[in-house]
């Protein structure tokens, strides 16, 4: 089973989009999907509500939602014993870095998602930390990239590389259709050709990385 962690302490920076877009995403390819949302705000569990309503709860292209867990390694822990699930992704929540810290040491691979911004960067330091700290594969997405943002990420990304961090090649652009998309039960890509090409660019990517973590824990 693997276990793909959206964190970032940081709030505003997309987590429950990518989330609902990558875990959509999985089940294009037959896997068997489900999301934990470990946010108290529960978004991604509202946008779910939302896609019951509008009858999308019974096509193959439906992750499961899961809750009820304080921490990631609680419910982790039970899943890996019984679960039905290839995929988990974990919806994480901002502010909390205990809880962040927990998420990331079930993980297989830690997404980081961030805003093209020095403030993002400052604040997104230490999951960036905890994930070296704990010897976890991490992936840093630089999300909502604007229309006049191109200068903004080559600074973020070229600030990166100098911390010898993992950067998506993904770049995935603000566009409206991801938000329209949330607030009725779907995701970006399920509404537009350019979102989707982005998402699945970016799935393809967290695959390698899945599998370069599958043969780390193999030659272990």
Known sequence: MHVIGMLNSKGGVGKTTLTACLAVRATLDKANVA?????????YSGWYRRRAAAGLLG?????D????ADYA?????ALRLTSPYSHVFLDGTPGSLRVTEDAIGVCTVVLIPMRASGLDLASSRD??????????PYLVVVN?????????????????FSWNVPIA??????????????TTGKTGPEKDKDAAGEIDALWAEVRT????????????
């Open 169 to 182: 090649d993904t770049v995935v652009t603000h566009r409206v259709q991801f938000i329209n998309a949330m």
């Open 209 to 220: 990385a899945l599998r370069k973590a599958a043969k780390r824990v193999r030659a272990a």
């Open 65 to 68: 939602l899961l809750r009820g």
């Open 73 to 77: 390694s609680d419910a982790i822990e």
């Open 127 to 136: 999951v960036i930390q905890a994930c070296q700290d704990l010897q976890k």
């Open 144 to 160: 909502g990239k604007g229309r006049y943002d191109g200068k903004l990420v080559e600074e973020t990304r070229r600030e990166l």
């Open 35 to 43: 999301v934990l949302d470990l946010d108290p705000s529960a978004s």
């Open 59 to 63: 096509t193959p292209e439906n992750p």
